[in-house]
């Protein structure tokens, strides 16, 4: 039986979390990604900023068919319905199956919204791709969707499961996913910068006021909780435990 309120077995750690610091740093990675996006647009109209002209040559003096390939086999992970529909799908369904409705609501709620924070932010800022498009891309450079779905991923699973390979394997795609969108000149290296930082703000930003909830469930699912809290679950949370 699922139970209804994790939040009693969360740690002191987790019920601080969701009050202070996730919103905070979350706000200011978010306030980051329109800040450069804004610094682009205002600075000729989009064009490339030097780091980004200069990472563009490095790239195409370093061109084997090795990296091409690699780089379009995390072009078909990070686009369409295997990014949009099947990989979420399939995170979601897991974690409901282990048990974990808490988590399965956290990553829907924050990949969503990278999703669609993505677009809205194409549109706004308009900023043109890159002349050497290897792949067929959508509207609008900046940011890179491949990337900040990446990177909103990768935290979201952090979080779940804090164990340090799930950390490493995470930051690994993620940059994996950035050099690949440069590699194959979809995007402008500023422009995976800034879908890092809107990722990660989002998955920090959503997990903030889930903290204890996602803590408590992992720990009861994971048989790390006292038997005089196992008692005190039935209980309803008190004004200072709710949400």
């Given amino acids: 039986m699922v139970n209804k309120h994790p939040e009693i077995a969360a740690t ?3 019920q601080r979390v969701r009050r202070v610091w996730p919103l905070v740093s ?5 306030g980051l990604v329109f800040a450069l996006g804004a610094l682009i647009v205002v600075r000729d109209k989009g064009m490339p900023l030097t780091i980004d002209t200069l990472w563009m040559a490095v790239l ?3 061109r084997s068919p090795i990296w091409q390939n690699l780089a379009l086999v995390l072009n078909y992970l990070g ?3 295997v990014a949009s529909f099947i990989i979420p799908g399939a995170i979601i369904i897991a974690l409901l199956l282990i048990k974990r409705p808490w988590a399965a609501l956290y990553f829907l709620i924050a990949t969503a919204l990278t999703g669609g924070t993505v677009q809205l932010l194409k549109h706004l800022f308009s900023r043109a791709r890159p002349d050497t498009i290897l792949v067929n891309v959508d509207f609008g450079s900046f940011p890179s969707g491949h990337v900040a779905n990446a990177a909103a991923m990768a935290l979201i699973l952090s979080i779940l499961f804090p164990r340090l390979w799930v950390w490493i394997a ?3 795609y993620t940059v994996m996913m950035m050099l690949s969108r440069t590699y194959l000149g ?3 290296l500023s422009d ?5 930082l809107l990722g990660v703000g989002v998955a920090v930003v959503v997990a903030a006021p889930l903290a204890a909830k996602i803590d408590g469930e992992r720990r009861i699912r994971g048989g790390r ?4 809290q196992r008692e005190s679950e039935s209980r309803a949370p008190g004004p200072d435990e709710a949400i």
């Fill in 12 to 14: 002191d750690r987790a």
């Fill in 170 to 172: 995470g930051a690994v």
């Fill in 26 to 30: 979350g706000f200011v990675a978010l």
């Fill in 192 to 196: 995976t910068v800034g879908a890092l």
């Fill in 79 to 81: 686009a369409g319905a």
């Fill in 225 to 228: 909780i006292a038997r005089g």
């Fill in 60 to 62: 195409g003096e370093n």
């Fill in 186 to 188: 979809a995007h402008w």
